[in-house]
């Protein structure tokens, strides 16, 4: 069912009304307390000027790492103030709390198109619990709901699930919207040949969302850690490589399913192997069948770099989820990198290619080519559930359009 969103609401439903809206504000700090990523933070920015144009005063919430329901001074959201005031051009209001006297008069005393924080909702256990009283106080201070935290839309918590009971109307933000077009769009109704890539260090994280996407795809394209199960259930000898011996019989079931449904499954061909984890490790590049005993595989190598090219270069509908190799050591990130370089010249020729979420999006920030990809999901958790096929609580939650 699609759903309300802001594009829904007019300025006269808007103006001087009090807004609470969810974002996904959980960015990486560094030792020093300093946003070492902001994407999310601007990504929230399109819904926040929506409201704050149509004269809203727009009331944040977002929850920062996980602090386990106590206050926890390195997890306050005071530097996502600070960067939010810089990238709106205007002061945001930063309460010490999410609920209570202190937001009530902070909100009370808010003009038209103001901005406001609301501190960490999980200094509070019954944020997680999704706890009714709770919510009922965090709605307590606004007139309605605009959930924008794609990222945090896979739980049904207070400031997620819960203030939808309190608050009318509950609508998506511009940031769900698109995530929620690209991603079930891909899956629902992909513009075919669909593929998908999928990576990542385990299989056992990625059973979900392989199994929903052999239903789907035309072309399932496997790389990073989890392919030496595959090969291993093979019979393939991987070495010291990283295996699951508890997923064999998975992976060959999967591999079955893949053939019953005339999905082209690829495995890599090659691989870079090294004697040791780490960026000093000596490393040749062997294929698959010539792993020698006491060396591990960490990235795919050139034949399968171009074996996957030639797979995607006629697809309309590319889906990534999860690194090829281990790309935080440059030795064993050029199979990530090719990838990200491939997708990122399939945009121009019409193909939709789309970064699920994690690791993936890290890579490709990492190479420069985020903005040549049609979609960058904000989201982790969230977009590997939504392309598992699972209902989004969050989402699930909001009023229908
Ligand atoms: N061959 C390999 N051997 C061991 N680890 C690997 C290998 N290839 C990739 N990895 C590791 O897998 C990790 C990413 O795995 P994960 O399953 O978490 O991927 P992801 O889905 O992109 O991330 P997220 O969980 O954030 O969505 C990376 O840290 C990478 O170093
Ligand atoms: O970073 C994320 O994936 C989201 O912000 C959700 O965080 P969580 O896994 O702590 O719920």
Same mark, same amino acid.
């Given at each position: 069912?699609?759903?309300?969103?802001?594009?829904?609401?007019?300025?006269?439903?808007?103006?001087?009304?009090?807004?609470?809206?969810?974002?996904?504000?959980?960015?990486?700090?560094?030792?020093?307390?300093?946003?070492?990523?902001?994407?999310?933070?601007?990504?929230?920015?399109?819904?926040?000027?929506?409201?704050?144009?149509?004269?809203?005063?727009?009331?944040?919430?977002?929850?920062?790492?996980?602090?386990?329901?106590?206050?926890?001074?390195?997890?306050?959201?005071?530097?996502?103030?600070?960067?939010?005031?810089?990238?709106?051009?205007?002061?945001?209001?930063?309460?010490?709390?999410?609920?209570? #006297?202190?937001?009530?008069?902070?909100?009370?005393?808010?003009?038209?198109?103001?901005?406001?924080?609301?501190?960490?909702?999980?200094?509070?256990?019954?944020?997680?619990?999704?706890?009714?009283?709770?919510?009922?106080? %965090?709605?307590?201070?606004?007139?309605?709901?605009?959930? #924008?935290?794609?990222?945090?839309?896979?739980?049904?918590?207070?400031?997620?699930?819960?203030?939808?009971?309190?608050?009318?109307?509950?609508?998506?933000?511009?940031?769900?919207?698109?995530?929620?077009?690209?991603?079930?769009?891909?899956?629902?109704?992909?513009?075919?040949?669909?593929?998908?890539?999928?990576?990542?260090?385990?299989?056992?994280?990625?059973?979900?969302?392989?199994?929903?996407?052999?239903?789907?795809?035309?072309k399932l394209l496997l790389g990073g850690g989890m392919i030496f199960t595959?090969?291993?259930?093979?019979?393939?000898?991987?070495?010291?490589?990283?295996?699951?011996?508890?997923? %064999?019989?998975?992976?060959?079931?999967?591999?079955?399913?893949?053939?019953?449904?005339?999905?082209?499954?690829?495995?890599?061909?090659?691989?870079?192997?090294?004697?040791?984890?780490?960026?000093?490790?000596?490393?040749?590049?062997?294929?698959?069948?010539?792993?020698?005993?006491?060396?591990?595989?960490?990235?795919?190598?050139?034949?399968?770099?171009?074996?996957?090219?030639?797979?995607?270069?006629?697809?309309?509908?590319?889906?990534?989820?999860?690194?090829?190799?281990?790309?935080?050591?440059?030795?064993?990130?050029?199979?990530?990198?090719?990838?990200?370089?491939?997708?990122?010249?399939?945009?121009?020729?019409?193909?939709?290619?789309?970064?699920?979420?994690?690791?993936?999006?890290?890579?490709?920030?990492?190479?420069?080519?985020?903005?040549?990809?049609?979609?960058?999901?904000?989201?982790?958790?969230?977009?590997?559930?939504?392309?598992?096929?699972?209902?989004?609580?969050?989402?699930?939650?909001?009023?229908?359009?």
């Open positions: 069912m699609p759903k309300k969103t802001v594009a829904n609401l007019s300025a006269s439903d808007l103006s001087g009304k009090r807004v609470l809206v969810r974002a996904d504000f959980n960015v990486p700090l560094d030792d020093a307390g300093n946003i070492t990523d902001d994407t999310r933070i601007r990504a929230a920015l399109p819904t926040i000027q929506d409201l704050t144009g149509k004269g809203a005063k727009v009331i944040l919430s977002s929850h920062f790492g996980r602090p386990k329901g106590q206050v926890n001074e390195k997890m306050r959201l005071t530097p996502v103030a600070k960067r939010l005031s810089e990238l709106l051009g205007q002061e945001v209001i930063k309460c010490d709390d999410c609920i209570g #006297d202190e937001v009530a008069s902070k909100v009370q005393g808010m003009e038209n198109g103001q901005v406001a924080l609301l501190e960490n909702v999980r200094f509070y256990a019954e944020e997680e619990k999704n706890d009714p009283e709770f919510a009922k106080k %965090l709605a307590s201070v606004a007139d309605l709901y605009v959930n #924008d935290a794609f990222g945090t839309a896979h739980r049904a918590h207070a400031s997620t699930e819960g203030v939808t009971h309190y608050l009318s109307p509950s609508v998506a933000g511009s940031l769900m919207e698109k995530e929620l077009q690209y991603l079930k769009g891909a899956i629902e109704e992909p513009q075919r040949p669909l593929a998908a890539i999928i990576g990542g260090s385990k299989v056992s994280s990625k059973i979900g969302v392989i199994e929903t996407l052999l239903e789907k795809c035309d595959f090969l291993k259930a093979r019979g393939i000898s991987v070495g010291n490589s990283l295996v699951e011996d508890d997923k %064999l019989e998975l992976a060959k079931s999967l591999e079955a399913k893949a053939k019953e449904r005339g999905v082209a499954m690829l495995l890599p061909t090659d691989v870079v192997i090294a004697d040791k984890f780490g960026a000093d490790a000596n490393t040749q590049i062997v294929s698959v069948e010539n792993i020698p005993d006491g060396w591990m595989g960490l990235d795919i190598g050139p034949d399968s770099v171009k074996t996957f090219q030639d797979a995607l270069a006629d697809c309309k509908t590319v889906i990534w989820n999860g690194p090829m190799g281990v790309f935080e050591i440059d030795k064993f990130a050029k199979g990530t990198e090719a990838i990200a370089h491939t997708l990122s010249e399939l945009t121009p020729k019409g193909t939709t290619t789309i970064i699920g979420g994690g690791d993936s999006v890290a890579a490709v920030e990492k190479v420069g080519l985020a903005d040549k990809m049609s979609h960058i999901s904000t989201g982790g958790g969230a977009s590997l559930e939504l392309l598992e096929g699972k209902e989004l609580p969050g989402v699930a939650a909001l009023d229908e359009a």
